[in-house]
C-alpha cells in the first residue's frame, strides 16, 4: 500500500472551516483515499472516501488533486467535538486482486485540536 | 443500527497471565477485524476474518495470540502469555465484506504489569 505523509498536529477555531492536508505521492490508479477520526478513548470513526472525483458528505469534503498525489479533508463549520486525530489512509480496492484484501494501514495522523 | 460490541473495556493484568476479548459485530457483517493500538500510534492490523475464515493474520505474534470466530459472528482474541509489550487498546472493527468500510468498537484497553 502507498504510505500517506500529514502534519502531526493542527489548530483551528471553532466555527471556521478545517482544512486537513494529505500527501500520497505513490498512489496507484486502484487505491483510494480514505479518512477516519478517532475521539479521544474511542474507536476510529469513518468520515469519507473517495478514488479521483471530489466527495461530499454530511460530515465533510474530500478534494482530491487532478494527480492525485495528495488530498484535503474539509471539516466546513468545525466545532469543539471536531477535536480528534485524524487519518488518512490508502486503500486498494480488494476487487483490484492481489494479496492486500483492501486492508487500512493506519500512520500517525494529525492531531486536530479545536479552540473556542 | 447497534455498533460493534466489545468487552470488557479495561483489563488489567500481570505479565505471563492469560486474557481474552470478545467481540460482536454489526448484525450481518461478514468481515471482522481486530487491530492493536498501542499508545501515540495508530491501529495496527492483527487479524482479519471472511465469515469464519481467516484472510490476513500475518502481522499476528501467532505464538502468544489466537483469534477464533467459530459460527462467523462473534469473534474472541486471546493471548497467552501476557508480555508488557502487549500493554495497548484492542479495537474490533467489522464490514459488510473485504473492501467495505469498517465499523470500529469502543475498544479494550488492557494493561500489563
Known amino acids: 500500500d502507498a504510505k500517506t505523509t500529514q502534519p502531526p498536529s493542527m489548530d483551528c477555531a471553532e466555527g471556521r472551516a478545517a482544512n486537513l492536508p494529505c500527501n500520497h505521492s505513490t498512489i496507484s490508479g486502484n487505491e483510494y483515499v480514505y479518512w477516519y477520526r478517532q475521539i479521544h478513548s474511542q474507536g476510529p470513526q469513518y468520515i469519507i472516501h473517495?478514488?479521483?472525483n471530489n466527495e461530499t458528505n454530511e460530515m465533510a469534503s474530500l478534494i482530491i488533486t487532478e494527480d492525485r498525489k495528495s488530498s484535503t479533508l474539509i471539516l466546513p463549520h468545525a466545532t469543539l467535538r471536531d477535536t480528534a486525530v485524524y487519518y488518512c489512509?490508502?486503500?486498494?480496492?480488494?476487487?483490484?486482486?492481489?494479496?492486500?484484501?483492501?486492508?487500512?494501514?493506519f500512520g500517525q495522523g494529525t492531531i486536530l485540536t479545536v479552540h473556542p | 443500527e447497534a455498533g460493534v460490541a466489545q468487552s470488557p473495556r479495561y483489563k488489567i493484568i500481570e505479565k505471563r497471565q492469560s486474557v481474552a476479548f470478545w467481540c460482536n459485530p454489526i448484525s450481518g457483517h461478514a468481515t471482522l477485524y481486530w487491530y492493536q493500538q498501542i499508545l501515540g500510534q495508530g491501529p495496527k492490523l492483527l487479524i482479519q476474518f471472511q465469515n469464519n475464515g481467516v484472510v490476513d493474520d500475518s502481522q499476528l505474534p501467532k505464538d502468544r495470540f489466537s483469534a477464533e470466530r467459530l459460527k462467523g459472528v462473534d469473534s474472541t482474541l486471546k493471548i497467552q502469555p501476557a508480555k508488557l509489550e502487549d500493554s495497548a487498546v484492542y479495537l474490533c472493527?467489522?464490514?459488510?465484506?473485504?473492501?467495505?468500510?469498517?465499523?470500529f468498537g469502543p475498544g479494550t484497553r488492557l494493561l500489563v504489569l
Open positions: 473517495g478514488l479521483k
Open positions: 489512509i490508502v486503500r486498494v480496492d480488494p476487487r483490484a486482486g492481489g494479496t492486500s484484501y483492501g486492508k487500512l494501514t
Open positions: 472493527a467489522s464490514s459488510l465484506g473485504q473492501g467495505k468500510t469498517q465499523y
